[in-house]
């Protein structure tokens, strides 16, 4: 069965520096991907959507990066800050029929000052 | 600014009760889902609308059902509530594919059976 999983529960970073999080997949081709913000007791904010024939994506000072051979998402951010501090989630559409995303289990950043 | 609404933010409920979620959005997405979210477990799928009268079963939907009787409305109902559906409940809105966008989340419905 298909599986996403997210390499880290936790990380932990100075301000300033550039976080980077992982998102692997297996037993799948997707179309495309997606990442989320959570904030504690929130819902999941869309933050960006890849396809799989771009190989990278920018956004101010999110950047994500797509590897179907590798089967793997990097998102960064970069000159992190203490408001960039949450739960990370990528997503991809499921196996079966339809469009509905499945969702990792999430990484949860820390940017201390 | 756009917009899904989820009813209630927290709910207690007893055992055995029958238990309505609502979620309404404001932005005519014609894709609408129903997930719950558990520590450890991530977020899970219940099920998922992609236009009004018309469902589909997501990976968890024993003990749920749905409702889509207006294109802006997706309902949640719990036949018969059960501790083990303890849990946060999220409502979510899309356009289908393909797009640039993701889903819009509601807030969450934070419900307790007792």
């Known amino acids: 069965s298909q599986k996403i999983e997210q390499n880290s529960e936790a990380l932990n970073i100075q301000e300033g520096k550039t976080a980077t999080l992982t998102c692997n997949y297996t037993?799948?081709?997707?179309?495309?991907l997606q990442w989320y913000r959570q904030d504690p007791g929130r819902g999941p904010v869309f933050l960006l959507l890849?396809?799989?024939?771009?190989k990278e994506k920018r956004k101010e000072r999110l950047k994500v990066t797509f590897d179907t051979t590798l089967k793997q998402s990097l998102f960064h951010i970069t000159a992190s800050q203490p408001a960039d501090s949450a739960t990370y989630l990528c997503?991809?559409?499921?196996?079966?029929?339809?469009?509905?995303?499945?969702f990792g289990k999430g990484t949860t950043l820390s940017v201390s000052s | 600014d756009v917009k899904v609404t989820q009813s209630s933010r927290y709910l207690v409920k007893r055992t055995g009760e029958k238990v309505f979620l609502e979620c309404v959005q404001d932005?005519?997405?014609?894709?609408m889902f129903w997930y719950r979210q558990d520590p450890g477990l991530g977020l899970r799928l219940i099920y998922f609308?992609?236009?009004?009268?018309?469902?589909e079963k997501g990976d968890i939907p024993e003990g749920y059902s749905v409702s889509r009787e207006k294109k802006e409305r997706f309902s949640l109902i719990l036949e018969s509530a059960s501790t083990n559906q303890t849990s946060m409940y999220l409502c979510?809105?899309?356009?289908?594919?393909?797009?640039?966008?993701?889903?819009?989340f509601g807030s969450g419905t934070r419900l307790t059976v007792v």
């Open positions: 609308s992609y236009d009004v009268k018309m469902k």
């Open positions: 890849i396809r799989e024939n771009e």
């Open positions: 997503a991809l559409v499921r196996l079966q029929a339809g469009t509905a995303l499945i």
């Open positions: 932005m005519d997405h014609e894709n």
């Open positions: 037993n799948y081709s997707p179309a495309y």
């Open positions: 979510a809105s899309s356009f289908p594919p393909p797009t640039d966008y993701g889903y819009t």
